[in-house]
């Protein structure tokens, strides 16, 4: 197991309550891929390098996690067609 970290930036039009249940839907959906020692932390609203959809600020969250490298496929293919993530970026840890 390798240690990652997923960085991903919610929709700001997505209210407090929201951001927890997508929080928590991203952490489940790690759970059941695998997914071990989950730290995560809420940045909080942040103003965007650039515009994406026409919005120019999003709700940073940062998760840390181990898990085995194959399962990452099927994470990003749910994470994909998750409603409310604008972006996200799964980085391996050195």
């Not at 249940?21 to 909080?44: I, N, S, Y």
């Not at 996690?65 to 994470?75: A, H, K, P, R, S």
């Not at 990003?76 to 409310?84: A, S, Y």
Request: charged fraction near 30%.
């Amino acid at each position: 197991m390798r240690k990652y970290e997923i960085m991903y930036i919610i929709n700001p039009t997505v209210m407090a309550d929201g951001r927890d249940a997508l929080v928590a839907k991203v952490e489940e959906t790690l759970t059941k891929a695998g997914a071990a020692d989950l730290k995560t932390e809420k940045w909080g609203e942040r103003k965007l390098a650039y515009a994406i959809d026409k919005k120019t600020s999003g709700f940073y969250v940062l998760t840390t996690f181990e898990i085995d490298g194959t399962q990452l496929t099927e994470v990003e293919r749910k994470l994909n067609i998750t409603e409310g993530l604008m972006r996200y970026i799964v980085v391996k840890q050195k």
